[in-house]
C-alpha cells in the first residue's frame, strides 16, 4: 500500500487540486447564475433588464417574492438583496380597506414630493416611493361615481441619482401597466415616460410672485409671520392627480433656491373626488373632499 501511495502520489495530489478547484469555481458560478435567475424572475418576469440594473446599483441580490390575488384586487411583489433591503417592491391594491388605509396615511403622513411627468397620474413621496393612480374601468364605481382607480406604489430602495430616478420611473410605469392588464381593468395603457423623464419637485418663487398662479392662495392669504416674505414652491403637472404648494420661510442668504422650514402646505388630489389638504407646521393635515375651486392646486 506505501509502494503504490509512492507511486500515484502525483496523481493523487493531482486529484485533490483538481477537486478544489471545481469546487472553488462552482461557487463562483454559483452566485451569477442565481442572481441572473433571481432578476428575471421578479415580479413574474416583467422588470425590463437594462432599468433594473440601474437601480440595483450593483448590489448582490438574495430573493424574490411574488403573490396576485384577482378576488381582492391585490398585487405584490419584492426583489431584495442578500443583506435582506428592498431593491424593488411593488404592491397594487384596487379597493378594499388595505387601499383605504394606504390613501389615507399618504394624504396625512407624507404629501407628495414630486408631481410626475408626461400627465402620468400620480406622484413621488418624499422617500422616493413613486404611486401611480390610472383608472380602471371594469373594476367598478368610486362612491363619487367616477371611474374606480388603481393604486400601485413601486419602491426602488437604491434610486437617488437622475439616471436611476429615470430608471425607476419607468419601472413604475411598466409595472403598473401589468398589475392593470392582470386586473382586467381595461383602458389604455399609460404612456412610457420620455427618454430621462424623472419626478419634477417644483419650481421655487417669492410669495408675492405667486399670485395670480395655481398657488396664489399663499400669496393672498393670511400666513404665519414668518412666511410673509418667504417663497412658495409650486408643482403641478397638467393631467396628473395631485398638485402641491409649499410656503417655506426665507432662507437664511435670500436664496430662493435655498429656502428655510415649510410652514404651509396646499395638497389638491384628483380623481377619486377632489380633496383639499391643508398642513401647518404645527398640527396634523387637514384633508376635505371638495369641488376643488378655480385656481386651487390642480
Same mark, same amino acid.
Given at each position: =500500500?506505501?509502494?503504490?501511495?509512492?507511486?500515484?502520489?502525483?496523481?493523487?495530489?493531482?486529484?485533490?487540486?483538481?477537486?478544489?478547484?471545481?469546487?472553488?469555481?462552482?461557487?463562483?458560478?454559483?452566485?451569477?447564475?442565481?442572481?441572473? #435567475?433571481?432578476? %428575471?424572475? /421578479?415580479?413574474?418576469?416583467?422588470?425590463?433588464?437594462?432599468?433594473?440594473?440601474? !437601480?440595483?446599483?450593483?448590489?448582490?441580490? @438574495?430573493?424574490?417574492?411574488?403573490?396576485?390575488?384577482?378576488?381582492?384586487?391585490?398585487?405584490?411583489?419584492?426583489?431584495?438583496?442578500?443583506?435582506?433591503?428592498?431593491? +424593488? /417592491?411593488?404592491?397594487?391594491?384596487?379597493?378594499?380597506?388595505?387601499?383605504?388605509?394606504?390613501?389615507?396615511?399618504?394624504?396625512?403622513?407624507?404629501?407628495?414630493? /414630486?408631481?410626475?411627468?408626461?400627465?402620468?397620474? @400620480?406622484?413621488?413621496?418624499?422617500?422616493?416611493? +413613486?404611486?401611480?393612480?390610472?383608472?380602471?374601468?371594469?373594476?367598478?364605481?368610486?362612491?363619487?361615481?367616477? *371611474?374606480?382607480?388603481?393604486?400601485?406604489?413601486? #419602491?426602488?430602495?437604491?434610486?437617488?441619482?437622475?439616471?436611476?430616478? /429615470? &430608471? =425607476?420611473?419607468?419601472?413604475?410605469?411598466? =409595472?403598473?401597466?401589468?398589475?392593470?392588464?392582470?386586473?382586467?381593468?381595461? @383602458?389604455? *395603457?399609460? &404612456?412610457?415616460?420620455?427618454?430621462?423623464?424623472?419626478?419634477?419637485?417644483?419650481?421655487?418663487?417669492?410669495?408675492?410672485?405667486?399670485?395670480?398662479?395655481?398657488?396664489?392662495?399663499?400669496?393672498?392669504?393670511?400666513?404665519?409671520?414668518?412666511?410673509?416674505?418667504? +417663497? !412658495?414652491?409650486?408643482?403641478?403637472?397638467?393631467?396628473?392627480?395631485?398638485?402641491?404648494?409649499?410656503?417655506?420661510?426665507?432662507?437664511?442668504?435670500?436664496?430662493?433656491?435655498?429656502?428655510?422650514?415649510?410652514?404651509?402646505?396646499?395638497?389638491?388630489?384628483? @380623481?377619486?373626488?377632489?380633496?383639499?389638504?391643508?398642513? #401647518?407646521? %404645527?398640527?396634523?393635515?387637514?384633508?376635505? #373632499?371638495?369641488?376643488?375651486?378655480?385656481?386651487?392646486?390642480?
Amino acid at each position: =500500500m506505501e509502494n503504490w501511495a509512492r507511486r500515484h502520489r502525483g496523481w493523487v495530489w493531482g486529484s485533490v487540486c483538481g477537486l478544489v478547484v471545481l469546487v472553488v469555481v462552482g461557487f463562483s458560478v454559483r452566485v451569477p447564475v442565481k442572481e441572473w #435567475w433571481l432578476a %428575471r424572475e /421578479a415580479c413574474g418576469g416583467e422588470l425590463p433588464a437594462g432599468d433594473l440594473k440601474t !437601480v440595483r446599483t450593483d448590489v448582490p441580490l @438574495g430573493s424574490e417574492k411574488e403573490s396576485f390575488d384577482a378576488e381582492l384586487g391585490e398585487y405584490h411583489c419584492v426583489l431584495t438583496s442578500d443583506q435582506g433591503r428592498v431593491v +424593488v /417592491a411593488v404592491d397594487a391594491f384596487l379597493g378594499g380597506a388595505d387601499r383605504e388605509k394606504q390613501m389615507s396615511f399618504i394624504g396625512s403622513s407624507y404629501p407628495p414630493h /414630486a408631481v410626475l411627468p408626461g400627465g402620468l397620474p @400620480g406622484f413621488e413621496d418624499e422617500h422616493s416611493l +413613486v404611486y401611480l393612480m390610472p383608472e380602471c374601468p371594469r373594476g367598478g364605481k368610486e362612491t363619487s361615481r367616477e *371611474p374606480r382607480r388603481l393604486l400601485v406604489g413601486t #419602491w426602488a430602495y437604491f434610486a437617488e441619482s437622475r439616471e436611476e430616478k /429615470a &430608471a =425607476m420611473l419607468r419601472l413604475a410605469v411598466r =409595472m403598473t401597466n401589468v398589475v392593470t392588464e392582470k386586473l382586467g381593468c381595461g @383602458g389604455e *395603457p399609460l &404612456a412610457a415616460p420620455k427618454d430621462g423623464a424623472v419626478p419634477d419637485t417644483g419650481t421655487y418663487v417669492p410669495r408675492a410672485e405667486a399670485k395670480g398662479t395655481v398657488c396664489g392662495a399663499l400669496a393672498t392669504t393670511r400666513v404665519p409671520a414668518e412666511g410673509r416674505d418667504g +417663497v !412658495v414652491r409650486i408643482a403641478m403637472a397638467d393631467g396628473g392627480v395631485v398638485g402641491r404648494c409649499t410656503l417655506r420661510a426665507p432662507g437664511e442668504t435670500g436664496d430662493s433656491t435655498r429656502p428655510g422650514k415649510p410652514l404651509v402646505e396646499l395638497t389638491s388630489w384628483r @380623481g377619486t373626488g377632489e380633496r383639499a389638504c391643508t398642513r #401647518w407646521t %404645527r398640527g396634523p393635515a387637514r384633508c376635505r #373632499w371638495v369641488a376643488a375651486p378655480p385656481g386651487s392646486p390642480r
